[in-house]
C-alpha cells in the first residue's frame, strides 16, 4: 500500500526504515515522504509510531 504517493513510498519500505532504527526525520530524508504536497506527513508519523511499539 503507499502511504506517500507523491514520491511512491510504501508501507513495507517505511516499516523497513523503522526496523533498520530509523525516525521519521531520517525516513523523511532517505525516502521523500511528506517532502512534497505534505498530505502524507501526518498517516506516516502515525504508521512509524505503531510500528516502533509493534518491535
Ligand atoms: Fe507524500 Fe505528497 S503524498 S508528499
Redesign the pocket.
Known sequence: MY?????A?TQQQIEQAVEQGDSYAQIRQKL??????????QS?KQMIREHTSRL
Not at 521523500?32 to 506527513?41: I, L, R, S
Open positions: 502511504v506517500c504517493l507523491c514520491k513510498v521523500g515522504v511528506g517532502t512534497d504536497c505534505g498530505c502524507c506527513g506516516a
